[in-house]
């Protein structure tokens, strides 16, 4: 498996790291850039730097180990490893675009590649981080999860299916699309659990963002299906998209489950940062919550009326507040 980063990020991650922990006191690593990098400036001319210093970002970025925490995280995955013949990582400036996919999803350039490697009967593989995520303790937590859902898109029983349409209108296909993310995570990361590794998040938020999604599954039923869930060992794409699309399939699901086994926690709507926006799609940080007290009735009704499905509870960017209310007021 051959795995390539782009230059750019890798000069991002070292120049912030070595800069973040010379301000928290070691300076050890930001005076080993600068030992390393100031003789590029006094032996080299200004056309001759470029390389140099391409030649410095990659020896520091594998010297200080972050060239292996991507190693060690395929290193879980065997079977999919075996399957994959390049991968690309590049970096992105906000947490909203960082992503693993199959690299055919990607740009032009990228689909190219990726071709040449299929015609070996191989695939390849596209990461998006943002620098920092390189030295977060979280990042192995991130890549386990994330490796686990490109573990399912390859797995023929997963039966995964990119081009699948949902939805008869754009709240309808919001609704299914959050929820078939949240099943696929849940089940995700009940695995890892069950592996004895850790997830990406705990059983309790889980559940909690699964209680989000399906606040009509009535309180004492809800666990039993999340537990049922949560014990599953193998679903398939389309199972997770009939369960997306329809309560009663999921419903379906309900195990009998001891009181206390799940904890009590509150039905409140959990808009995460970075979710899309329900009536714009585009991912936001900043929501507006309470709709029914912070909007007119009339333009509740208007947004309604263009997104069928939607709901107060679903929350809204703070833009589409200020930009539904002056439509509703026919202003624009």
């Known amino acids: 498996m051959e795995t390539r980063f782009q230059p750019a990020l890798l000069q991002e991650v070292i120049d912030s790291f070595s800069e973040k922990t010379e301000r928290e006191g070691d300076p050890t690593y930001y005076n080993e850039f600068h030992e390393m990098a100031d003789p590029i400036y006094e032996k080299f001319s200004l056309d001759e ?3 140099e210093f391409k030649k410095l970002y990659q020896q520091l970025f594998g010297k200080w180990g972050f060239a292996d925490i991507l190693e060690e995280s395929f290193n879980e995955f065997p079977v999919l490893k075996a399957k994959i013949g390049i ?4 970096g992105v400036l906000k947490e909203d675009q960082e992503g693993v996919d199959i690299l055919r999803k990607w740009g032009s350039v990228e689909e190219k590649l990726a071709k040449q490697f299929e015609e070996k009967g191989l695939r390849g593989v596209g990461i998006k981080l943002i620098p920092r995520r390189f030295y977060d303790p979280a990042i192995n937590r991130y890549l386990r999860h994330e490796l686990t859902h490109i573990s399912d898109m390859l797995d023929e029983t997963f039966g995964y299916d990119a081009d699948t349409k949902v939805g008869f209108n754009p709240g309808e296909e919001h609704l299914i699309l959050n929820r078939y993310r949240v099943l696929w995570s ?3 990361d009940s695995r890892i659990t069950r592996s004895g590794k850790e ?18 599954i009535l309180p004492g039923q809800v666990e039993a299906v999340f537990e049922g869930l949560w014990q599953t060992e193998h679903l398939t794409h389309a199972e997770l ?3 997306a699309s329809d309560t009663i399939r999921v419903m379906d ?4 489950v001891e009181e ?11 808009l995460m940062p970075g979710f899309p926006c329900p009536l714009c799609r585009f991912p936001t940080y900043s929501w507006v919550e309470d709709l029914e007290e912070k909007m007119e009735s009339f333009v509740l009704e ?6 069928p499905g939607w709901e107060t509870e679903y929350g809204a960017c703070d833009r589409c507040f200020e930009v539904y209310k002056l439509r509703a007021a026919g202003v624009v």
Request: glycine residues 2%.
């Open 260 to 270: 206390g086994d799940i904890p009590d926690l509150p039905t409140k709507p959990l």
């Open 186 to 188: 849940l089940h995700v």
């Open 87 to 90: 991968v690309l990582v590049r």
């Open 253 to 256: 699901r309900a195990i009998d």
């Open 199 to 216: 997830p990406m998040f705990s059983k309790e938020y889980r559940f909690r963002e699964f209680r989000t999604w399906y606040r009509k």
């Open 241 to 243: 998209l009939e369960m």
């Open 49 to 51: 730097r470029e390389p």
């Open 302 to 307: 208007y947004i309604q009326e263009n997104h």
